[in-house]
């Protein structure tokens, strides 16, 4: 077992919910389609009452027949036959039509549901759990959720069929139904007993169904690096791993499944007999008649049906319940980003203060502590500092990725805890170090973060990005396709549409982590005047790694281990010989024209 569930551990955010509690929420979904359920129901009746009328009919037509041949109409009973057996497909299409027409609108509520709840999570849930896993809860277990309904209609059917039919044959010979209803409580029994293995083993399946869906995703995502470090053999295993996985715990839960079937099938055979033998005494007798015998051979028949396949329906229904818990689930995780508040304010000047914040990802892991910072309206502040410093922690707090556990961040005097996100992230533009671009061309990521622009007005700014000229580089100017995550563009090209994109949104504060990637030196000087475009009369957070934005900052804030040990204007940094003298000769030296010019004189 141990093995069967190594790595399928329940996400954090996963909870358990009770029958009654999925059931509930699962018919709140289908309120809004009460009109459509109320004829499914009617039909679901009427095609229970034709089926149990169908062979009624041919049992009176059997006694007809045998009693009275001289009398009977064989076109007549031809005819009826018939009008009953289409009237039973009218309904049941009826039935099939609108019912799937009221799943295909709860898939398409509960999918959008699951969507907008995963967007509203925090930054900090993607960085925790994997992306396909919350992929597959919103692709595959929203349609094995639909599978509820349709199967629970069926049931139904089947429930109503058998009780029309029930009632009939208690009025034919109480004795033989007595007989065909003492044994479906151990039927019923077994099949319910069922459940439990039934649930557990399902959500297993589902979640190694996530964990394929997640390989899977990551592979393709990672595949350019694969291929660099030829390790196409090293992923398919890995891939046959993951695939065994799945292969043995779906035929675990396939003969779990399975087995229920012959134990139910015994306990029908004994049912079987007993009603057989006492019909045919009764029958031998003369108290019954050949088609009441034959009406009870076809009601043992559709009797027994519905009850084996309750085992079915709940190994089906578990799988709907699991795959809706596991929806449920992701749309009810709660986020640690918290509002106390939803002020909406009409301007952002940019005036940023950190006054004795606490931060961490988790407990063992202090980033900030007891951290105090000044931002000034309009002020281009650099942060620099070893990898792990805080530089990254800074903005994504500013941009409110992340909660902070203790002190204040104040934006304009406002506490950032009590401001509209949608509205206060309006006026950031933020460029991450490795820029993402949506499949589509240039003018659609331009125009992506202000989508009521003009196109004339996206072209304005991708001009005043390094002067236009990166965008004769294009094949189709800014209607060139960038392909998926922008595959189609340099990573300078990248970056540059990404300085148009927050040029264009006008934002008050801007915020950028910078690349790391070797550029060519045009693309940089680009970049470069791009970023003095963007950070012109802007409140300005720089994560520094190019000399040039070091140099032109107003202040650079030198941190180590979550703490400021260092902050002025680059010249002030390099006389004080500290921590920053130190950064700028290992990091820095080497962009400086003095260097470069150096260099060359060697070579020469």
């Known amino acids: 077992m141990g093995f069967f569930m190594d790595g399928l551990d329940a996400e954090a955010y996963d909870r358990q919910y009770s029958d009654r509690e999925l059931v509930k929420r699962i018919v709140s979904y289908f309120r809004p389609q009460l009109p459509r359920m109320v004829i499914v129901a009617t039909a679901v009746v009427l095609t229970a009452g034709v089926d149990v009328l169908l062979p009624i009919i041919i049992s009176r037509s059997l006694d007809t027949l045998q ?9 007549l009973i031809t005819s009826l036959i018939t009008v009953v057996a289409s009237l039973s497909w009218v309904f049941n299409m009826l039935r099939q039509w609108l019912s799937a027409e009221a799943v295909g609108n709860v898939v398409l509520n509960l999918r959008e549901d699951a969507v907008d709840a995963i967007t509203e999570r925090d930054l900090s849930f993607y960085d925790t759990f994997p992306s396909g896993k919350i992929v597959s809860r919103v692709t595959s277990d929203t349609a094995a959720f639909a599978q509820v309904v349709v199967l629970t209609i069926d049931l139904m059917s089947r429930i109503l ?38 649930r557990d083993w399902v959500t297993q399946s589902r979640r190694v169904l996530a964990e394929v869906s997640n390989h899977i995703q990551e592979t393709v995502s990672g595949i350019g690096v694969a291929k660099t470090f030829r ?5 398919y295993d890995e891939f046959l791993d993951v695939n065994n996985r799945s292969y043995k715990i779906n035929l675990r839960t396939g003969f779990t499944f399975s087995s229920i079937f012959p134990i139910l099938n015994v306990i029908i055979g004994f049912g079987t007999a007993g009603l057989l033998y006492v019909g045919g005494k009764t029958v ?32 089906q229904f578990q799988l709907g319940l699991a795959a809706g818990e596991r929806v449920f689930a992701i749309m009810d995780a709660e986020n640690k980003v918290v509002q106390t508040a939803n002020h909406v304010l009409d301007q952002v000047r940019g005036d940023i203060r950190f006054e004795h914040v606490d931060f961490w990802y988790n407990e063992n892991e202090t980033v900030l502590k007891n951290f105090s910072l000044h931002i000034q309206t309009g002020e281009t502040l650099a942060l620099v500092g070893h990898t792990g410093s805080g530089k990254s922690s800074i903005t994504k707090l500013i941009a409110r990725f992340y909660e902070f556990q203790g ?9 950032i805890r009590t401001l509209s996100l949608t509205d206060y992230r309006r006026f950031l533009g933020i460029v991450s170090q490795t820029p993402f671009l949506f499949d589509g061309t240039v003018m659609d990521n331009i125009r992506y973060g202000s989508p009521e622009a003009t196109e004339q007005e996206a072209e304005r700014a991708a001009q005043a990005v390094g002067g236009g000229d990166w965008i004769k580089s294009l094949p189709q100017g800014l209607h060139t396709a960038v392909g998926e995550r922008g595959s189609s563009l340099s990573m300078g090209q990248r970056q540059l549409v990404a300085l148009a994109r927050v040029l264009l949104q006008n934002p008050s504060i801007f915020i950028l982590d910078e690349a790391t990637a070797s550029i060519d030196p045009l693309t940089e000087t680009l970049i470069q005047e791009g970023l003095d475009t963007v950070m ?32 002025g204007s680059h010249e002030d940094l390099l006389a004080q010989g500290g921590h920053y003298a130190e950064l700028y000769n290992t990091y820095f030296r080497h962009q400086s024209l003095e260097y470069i010019e150096a260099s060359g004189e060697l070579i020469a």
């Open 161 to 198: 069929l058998v009780g029309f039919l029930l009632i009939y044959l208690a009025t034919v010979s109480t004795k033989l139904t007595l007989v065909l209803v003492t044994i479906s409580p151990f039927v019923m029994g077994a099949a319910l007993g069922f459940r439990k293995i039934a």
């Open 67 to 75: 009693n009275d041949p001289a009398s009977a109409n064989l076109l």
């Open 407 to 415: 002190g204040k961040i104040l934006v304009d005097g406002h506490d």
């Open 536 to 567: 012109d009369n802007r409140t300005s957070i720089v994560v520094a790694h190019r000399l040039s934005t070091i140099k032109n900052a107003d202040r650079i804030i030198v941190l180590r281990e979550g703490e400021i040990i260092e902050e």
């Open 284 to 315: 031998l007798s003369g108290s019954l008649s050949a088609g009441d015998w034959y009406l009870f051979i076809q009601g043992m028949a559709l009797f027994w049906f519905p009850l084996t396949s309750i085992a079915s329906f709940w190994s």
């Open 231 to 235: 390790q196409e053999s090293t992923i």
